[in-house]
């Protein structure tokens, strides 16, 4: 296997059968590179959220496997992996450092090491100054940037991300997400993107699967380079080559229909 | 500049607000208090002028004097005592024990869903029809209504738990499992604090059935205590006496209203 990929899905089935079998997806196969920014975009009903739960090992496929550094990992929870929801899913119950330190806490770490090191965190996701409030006190925007905080100190290898910042209105969108390239760049993350949105795919990503639903497949594998070094979305929206990625793919997914 | 003098003009505007929300509260204060004395007082005149029969429904001065003798005597105290020790103990081996159970029964679908006809139907039994027994195996005493009591409590308890345990969002359940938590871990991490406010809402329904089990203990049998007070007043015709126990057990429930309200303000601290 390539030296370069980080995660890969070789053939993945899932079926639901209740009463009359549904398969949620047949045959997906994709690969993540180290250090890659990949997303996956199709319409609702694609099975995205169950391929999201299949490479987090929170669910078993029915057929085919998840490769982590060429090593067969279907199943089962893998601590390189880290995720963040549309959902914050703070508890309500912690303050927002007791909340950041979960993960770390779950891990067996002391409480006062596990908040030594979320000092720094707050710093850099400039959330300094509220390690002491509830989850309730903070607004939207701020509550997402504490679950990535929560999912990067972790320090994960892969970041799988669904819908994460499809909540928020539109300018802390473009700030967040804006955050969250700089960051992944600058850690050297692989990011695993699943969204609906083609814009937020293109303008983000260094590849794009399009996917297809009932079943869920992959219809087409693009390669993106806007040609911008910038992580700074509008600037990134600003490429010339913007609009021929968004067009090539809504039309992939207007035919695949 | 402007900036302090529009933050100074807000705070203003923020504390006439709050001074015309106390005012509201103080004249609804002063309605229901004002509502229960004419209330009181046309009793009192009715039996004094002979239009309301003494002997049926006693008055509020001759309730006053019975109290303010049995305080003087002691006896109320001791009466009030027995009750209460008896209602609170019941009622914490109740909700408590009620409780741990139904966040336990979270661990164990197949115990879950074994158990539900059974606490369904021991559940479904009456306290009434149950005492008789419970005094013939406990005895007289205190245990035997502190036993009707923790009953009384426990089914309430028991489900609430488990309801809100089954309630915790199975998203954050992923979360814990992708942070590679046990199951032991998340029980006690995410389950039973975000069933907190379940719980304590069973604790809150048990404070009624909590004294009804303590006073139908004492009817069955007894020598001392409010449910004691008042069967000997009815028994007797004693209207006044059975009256001024009816008062006893409605302070005594507000009094344990405001404990549990306390409690919820410690246990939920972070709602507000």
Redesign the interface.
């Known amino acids: 296997m390539d030296e370069n990929v980080k995660l890969e899905a070789k053939g993945i089935y899932k079926e639901f059968d209740e009463e009359n079998p549904i398969t949620i997806l047949r045959d997906v196969s994709f690969v993540a590179k180290k250090q890659e920014f990949v997303s996956f975009v199709g319409p609702s009903g694609c099975g995205k959220t169950t391929l999201f ?1 299949i490479i ?3 669910l078993e496929p029915t057929g085919g496997n998840i490769y982590i550094d060429s090593e067969q990992t279907t199943g089962t ?1 893998s ?1 390189q ?3 963040v ?1 549309q ?1 914050d ?1 703070l ?4 303050t927002i450092e007791e909340n950041v330190i ?2 770390l ?3 067996g770490m002391k409480k006062s090491e596990a908040k030594d090191r979320a000092t720094e965190y707050f710093k850099s996701y400039k959330l300094d100054g509220y390690q002491k409030k ?1 989850p ?1 006190e903070l607004s939207g925007g701020m509550k997402q940037r504490v679950a990535l905080m929560r999912t990067m100190i ?1 320090e994960p290898e892969i970041i799988l991300m669904d819908e994460a910042y499809k909540a928020l209105d539109y300018p802390l969108k473009i700030d967040l997400e804006s955050e969250l390239l700089s960051t992944v760049k600058e850690n050297k993350k692989t990011v695993i993107y699943i969204t609906h949105d083609i814009e937020e795919a293109v303008t983000l990503s260094d590849r794009v699967y399009i996917m297809k639903a009932r079943p869920g497949e992959i219809v087409r594998e693009m390669e993106i380079d806007l040609g911008v070094d910038s992580t700074r979305m509008n600037e990134r929206r600003a490429s010339k080559k913007f609009n021929d990625y968004y067009e090539t793919i809504w039309q992939s997914m207007g035919t695949s229909k | 500049m402007q900036n302090t003098a529009a933050v100074a003009a807000s705070g203003k505007r923020m504390s006439a607000m709050k001074m015309k929300k106390l005012e509201g509260n103080v004249k609804l204060r002063i309605a229901q208090i004002g509502f229960l004395a004419v209330l009181l007082l046309l009793w009192e005149v009715g039996a004094r002028m002979g239009w309301i029969s003494t002997f049926l429904f006693a008055s509020p001065g001759k309730i006053c004097d019975t109290l303010s003798n049995r305080i003087a005597s002691g006896e109320l105290f001791h009466d009030i005592w027995v009750t209460g020790k008896e209602t609170v103990l019941g009622f914490l081996f109740g909700s408590l024990l009620g409780s741990f159970l139904g966040l336990l029964l979270w661990c164990s679908e197949f115990v879950a869903k074994f158990s539900k006809p059974y606490v369904a139907a021991i559940g479904s039994i009456p306290v009434m029809v149950l005492s008789p027994l419970v005094i013939i195996w406990f005895g007289t005493g205190i245990a035997s209504k502190v036993a009707i009591v923790t009953f009384s409590c426990i089914f309430v308890s028991l489900s609430s738990a488990y309801e809100g345990a089954m309630q915790v969002d199975p998203d954050l359940l992923n979360l814990m499992r992708s942070f590679g938590a046990s199951k032991f871990q998340i029980f006690c991490k995410v389950v039973v604090p975000s069933s907190m406010t379940w719980v304590v809402s069973g604790f809150k329904m048990n404070i009624g059935f909590a004294i009804v089990g303590a006073i139908v203990g004492e009817y069955i049998s007894s020598d001392a205590g409010i449910g004691h007070m008042i069967l000997m007043g009815s028994n007797s015709f004693h209207i006044h006496v059975t009256l001024a126990g009816l008062v006893t057990t409605m302070v005594f429930v507000f009094v344990l209203n405001i404990a549990v309200g306390a409690l919820e303000k410690v246990l939920l601290r972070w709602k507000r």
């Open positions: 739960n987090a090992g929170l929870v601590s992996i880290g995720y929801l959902k899913l508890l309500p119950w912690r979960l993960g806490e779950v891990r509830y309730s972790m």
